[in-house]
């Protein structure tokens, strides 16, 4: 039953930090299109990892700075939006699984083709 609730936590906490970081004022932030792609809270609700994708990689360190340095303001919006006996800190991680996805696809690619070449060679 608990982590059912920290499943709507977490869900909650997503959809709250997806608005807040439209509002931002931080340059850094404002420059590349983020999004957040997952958030998971501890059980205690006391910390809670949040995992973003930039859009421009190449700012992704940048941006990553400039949330780190907004954390204390989310955490304090988030705390007024939600009520939560505890406000998680947020703990910002750029989310490398479409990365990780990209180059899965890419290896069974040439494994495909590699398999092709051998049955065009038999």
Do not use: W
Not at 54 to 63: F, G, N, Y
Not at 90 to 118: I, P, Q
């Amino acid at each position: 039953m608990a982590s059912n609730r920290i499943g709507r936590i977490n869900e909650d906490l997503q959809r709250e930090l997806s608005a807040l970081i439209r509002t931002l004022k931080d340059p850094r932030v404002q420059q590349s299109m983020v999004s957040v792609t997952k958030v998971d809270a501890t059980g205690d609700l006391r910390y809670a990892k949040v995992y973003i994708s930039v859009l421009d990689k190449d700012k992704s360190k940048e941006t990553l700075k400039g949330l780190k340095s907004a954390a204390g303001f989310m955490r304090r919006e988030i705390g007024s939006r939600l009520r939560l006996r505890y406000t998680p800190e947020l703990v910002f991680e750029e989310d490398e699984s479409m990365a990780y996805g990209a180059r899965m696809f890419d290896l069974l690619r040439s494994l495909e083709k590699k398999e092709e070449n051998h049955e065009d060679g038999e």
